[in-house]
């Protein structure tokens, strides 16, 4: 469910404006090596993208389960090869960056409800359970990885209640 939300705004946002037959910007893995696999293969990709790490990775904190999704912005570096290539190092790393934060706030602004555009107020039902804990997010800068890729990752904890918690029904267990 939360990785639809990135997906949409993947699509919604203008620098990268995904569309699964035209212009593939949004991705799924399940874990490290996945992304690792999905950079190999990116070599004429359009940049920048965003992935998602959909593996199972969280604790449970009472009765919820805060699942944690990584996600990751990566841009390239236009300018490899070139005298100015540091340059282009470190625009690339500025736009995976600013890249992130406008995701942070895109979501910030949608689950207070503020108006995405005229007329239009979002009160999303599927961000009932997203807990954005804005002070404790870190974004760590990235790369550089295969096809001179750079990036910026984070992770999102999403809260859900757990499924069956509150059935204690003895019929579940076998007789000890």
Same mark, same amino acid.
């Not at 999403?158 to 007789?175: I, K």
């Given at each position: 469910?939360?990785?639809?939300?990135?997906?949409?705004w993947a699509?919604?946002?203008?620098?990268?404006?995904?569309?699964?037959?035209?212009?593939?910007?949004?991705?799924?893995?399940?874990?490290?090596?996945?992304?690792?696999?999905?950079?190999?293969?990116?070599?004429?990709?359009?940049?920048?993208?965003?992935?998602?790490?959909?593996?199972?990775?969280?604790?449970?904190?009472?009765?919820?389960?805060?699942?944690?999704? &990584? #996600?990751?912005? !990566? %841009?390239? +570096?236009?300018?490899?090869?070139?005298?100015?290539a540091v340059?282009?190092?470190?625009? /690339?790393?500025?736009?995976?960056?600013?890249?992130?934060?406008?995701?942070?706030?895109?979501?910030?602004?949608?689950?207070?409800?503020?108006?995405?555009?005229?007329?239009?107020?979002?009160?999303?039902?599927?961000?009932?359970?997203?807990?954005?804990?804005?002070?404790n997010i870190?974004?760590? &800068? #990235?790369?550089? !990885? %295969?096809? +001179?890729?750079?990036?910026?990752?984070?992770?999102?904890?999403?809260?859900?209640?757990? /499924?069956?918690?509150?059935?204690?029904?003895?019929?579940?267990?076998?007789?000890?």
């Amino acid at each position: 469910m939360f990785r639809n939300i990135v997906k949409e705004w993947a699509m919604r946002y203008r620098p990268i404006r995904h569309n699964a037959a035209t212009n593939k910007r949004f991705f799924e893995c399940d874990g490290i090596a996945d992304i690792m696999d999905l950079l190999q293969g990116v070599r004429g990709q359009g940049s920048p993208f965003v992935v998602i790490d959909t593996s199972i990775d969280g604790r449970v904190i009472n009765k919820l389960f805060r699942r944690s999704y &990584g #996600i990751y912005f !990566f %841009v390239k +570096n236009e300018l490899s090869g070139r005298p100015d290539a540091v340059s282009g190092q470190e625009e /690339a790393k500025e736009l995976a960056l600013k890249t992130a934060l406008r995701f942070l706030w895109r979501m910030r602004k949608e689950k207070v409800g503020i108006p995405i555009s005229p007329g239009c107020v979002r009160n999303d039902i599927r961000l009932k359970h997203v807990r954005v804990d804005e002070p404790n997010i870190q974004i760590q &800068g #990235i790369g550089p !990885f %295969v096809n +001179n890729y750079w990036g910026a990752w984070m992770v999102i904890d999403v809260d859900s209640p757990v /499924a069956g918690c509150d059935d204690l029904s003895e019929d579940l267990y076998e007789p000890i």
